[in-house]
């Protein structure tokens, strides 16, 4: 397993578009994608959730992946949050 927080500093936050792009991305991986919140711990590859999950800018998430691609999966979500994910 290997985990790294960071910052979401997308205006929106986490919104449909947004998470709907976190989750394509994820769902190419064969790993376990997991957003640690606050109290909350949601599927990083469930759309749902994820837009459930009122995620603002400035929140700082824990994003942890578990499986064969867990390193690659990581990298690719720590990059596509750092970007603000297409909204900036």
Do not use: W
């Not at 910052?7 to 936050?13: D, R, S």
């Amino acid at each position: 397993m290997v985990s790294q927080k960071v910052k979401v500093i997308n205006p929106q936050g986490l919104h449909m578009r947004p998470a709907q792009v976190f989750v394509a991305e994820m769902n190419k991986y064969d790993s376990e994608v997991t957003i640690l919140f606050g109290e909350k711990t949601i599927n990083g590859k469930g759309i749902m959730q994820l837009m459930a999950s009122c995620i603002k800018m400035d929140s700082e998430i824990e994003i942890r992946c578990e499986g064969p691609q867990e390193a690659e999966a990581l990298e690719a979500a720590v990059k596509l949050v750092e970007s603000g994910l297409g909204d900036l």
